[in-house]
């Protein structure tokens, strides 16, 4: 048969069927996605950096670039919640794939500020001493060169820097933005992967240790991939259930006040094994994310292994973007399911809660045992997050706001406390830091006491709200404890201040770096925002208390 007889055929068969009714173009609100578009422009913007800015300036440009972008997004966010986008305009926008609400912009303002302060620790250039003749940060001089080898050192000698953090930092934060404000399955996925992924490469960029950094870097993606497939796979179950990804559509087949249905999904609808199994999955996945035990395993070694800012800007803004995404998951999707999911998260918030603080006792590493408080943490967090009430979402939002700024700066302090091999993380070298160098032991101590829960710290006003909450939305014997726990985690918190004012300075123990600006205002900021909430809190908590209602 000829070209020309197959055309007329395929013409004549396109005007006899139906005329094709025209695409839909997407309706998409740009002003009120502002936040994360800007960021992830400047993403963008830092990758061209990288490509086109000669190599000597590209860490001006990108830290420029950084700053600018997470400033504007901010004041974007700012903009939205004065205009009513928190409460009396609250929506979803990009056609039912975001949702644009009191939890989403005050979520989403902490995840900014938080990460603007990690950004200044990530720029700080000055507590190395100088290779070559030229400053050195955190990150390798070169990421794709074999440790010790020959091209490292000569990366090294050359006094090339890792530049690429920026942009990785950025489009950390881009997913994060999307995460808690997901309102479809496939968008939260999305975001997952988007911010996980930059986090896998910058946990491997460490310029001392750089095998330990390596390996961190694998055992987070490794057992990252194992809880994304976990999350896809619940995914899939929950769409079979539901026949939609829309957190609206699910919540109402949940409830079973769903108006049309789908005749090809008719027979899979309802099928409640669908919806527990594919529940639990994504939830399973999230809870990975927060690091809540059973799925903590990855924390202790990947904080440990990660080059410190890295470490710092993952335990708070993670921590806020996943705590975000379940609140949303659980409030909005799954709360037909209550008499389900509580249990479970009962047990989850009890072993979290216990198992963080008992296991941090016997840590010598100071990262880990950060790492192992933030298990802790995870599960006091948890704990709001089971009360199911309106106090119990503000609540949550109030303490990982607080512990957002303590975690960063008290990593930040970290950073300071060097010997010849770089941090000295090994506690029995912070033995009498505080006459060492009071100052940096002091404000060690407030972030530590911030941990411990103690009045007049931001911690104690978060814990305080959370157990309240927790205690009216009928888990009182889980308030008891919460309580038990940050009694064994005062002990190990407690220890450290000891160890850094009562204990004699060793003669060849390590020195206190001088840091930049940078370093100073992120450990400025972390002090007194910890100082501020936890004297008056007031205007915060009401701030929290707006912004605690999930538009659906």
Not at 149 to 172: M, N, R
């Amino acid at each position: 048969m000829s070209a020309s007889a197959v055309h007329s055929l395929w013409t004549t068969a396109a005007t006899a069927a139906e005329p094709i009714s025209k695409i839909d173009s997407p309706k998409i609100e740009y002003g009120q996605l502002s936040p994360t578009l800007i960021v992830v422009g400047a993403a963008i913007i830092g990758v061209l950096v990288e490509a086109f800015v000669p190599r000597k300036h590209r860490y001006y440009v990108q830290l420029f670039v950084s700053v600018v972008a997470l400033t504007a997004a901010f004041a974007a966010v700012v903009a939205l919640a004065e205009g009513g986008y928190g409460t009396t305009k609250a929506r979803i926008a990009a056609m039912g794939a975001i949702a644009v609400d009191g939890p989403a912009l005050f979520l989403q303002g902490t995840i900014l500020l938080a990460s603007l302060v990690g950004l200044f620790t990530f720029a700080e250039r000055r507590l190395d001493p100088e290779v070559h003749g030229n400053r050195v940060d955190s990150f390798a001089a070169q990421a794709a060169s074999v440790p010790g080898s020959d091209s490292e050192q000569a990366a090294v000698k050359a006094g090339f820097t890792t530049t690429e953090v920026f942009p990785l930092l950025l489009f950390a934060v881009a997913g994060m933005l999307v995460f808690p404000s997901a309102n479809d399955l496939l968008t939260l996925f999305i975001a997952l992967e988007v911010f996980s992924l930059p986090l896998y490469l910058l946990c491997a960029l460490a310029r001392r240790k750089r095998l330990m950094s390596q390996e961190a870097a694998v055992k987070y993606f490794l057992l990252g991939a194992f809880a994304s497939a976990f999350t896809l796979f619940g995914i899939a179950l929950l769409y079979g259930y539901a026949g939609s990804v829309s957190y609206g559509t699910i919540a109402q087949v949940v409830d079973g006040t769903v108006q049309n249905v789908n005749p090809a999904l008719a027979d899979t609808m309802g099928n409640d094994a669908l919806l527990l199994v594919g529940a639990a999955m994504i939830v399973m996945g999230l809870l990975f994310k927060v690091g809540a035990v059973p799925f903590h395993m990855w924390t202790p070694d990947v904080y440990q292994g990660a080059p410190t800012p890295v470490t710092g800007f993952m335990a708070a803004a993670t921590k806020v973007a996943a705590f975000g995404a379940l609140l949303r998951l659980l409030y909005v999707v799954l709360p037909g399911l209550r008499w389900d999911w509580r249990p479970v998260m009962w047990g989850v918030a009890i072993v979290t809660m216990l198992g963080g603080a008992i296991v941090a006792i016997t840590q010598t590493d100071i990262k880990r045992l950060l790492a192992y408080s933030s298990i802790a943490h995870a599960g006091f967090i948890l704990a709001g997050v089971i009360a199911t009430t309106p106090d119990g979402v503000s609540s949550v939002l109030f303490y990982l706001a607080a512990y957002s700024f303590v975690t960063i700066g008290a990593f930040a302090v970290v950073t300071l406390v060097r010997d010849a091999g770089g941090e000295a993380t090994h506690l029995s070298k912070w033995a009498g830091l505080g006459r060492r160098s009071p100052l940096v032991a002091a404000v060690f101590a407030v972030f530590l006491l911030a941990f411990a829960g103690i009045p007049l710290t931001s911690g104690f006003t978060g814990k305080f709200a959370v157990f309240k909450a927790a205690a009216e939305g009928g888990a009182a014997p889980l308030v008891v404890v919460g309580v038990i726990s940050s009694a064994i985690a005062a002990f190990f918190y407690i220890r450290v201040i000891v160890l850094m004012f009562f204990s004699e300075p060793r003669p060849e123990g390590p020195t206190v770096a001088v840091p930049s600006p940078l370093t100073m205002t992120a450990i400025a900021v972390g002090v007194a925002v910890t100082l501020v909430l936890g004297v008056a809190p007031q205007y915060f908590l009401d701030l929290a208390n707006q912004a605690g209602v999930f538009v659906r």
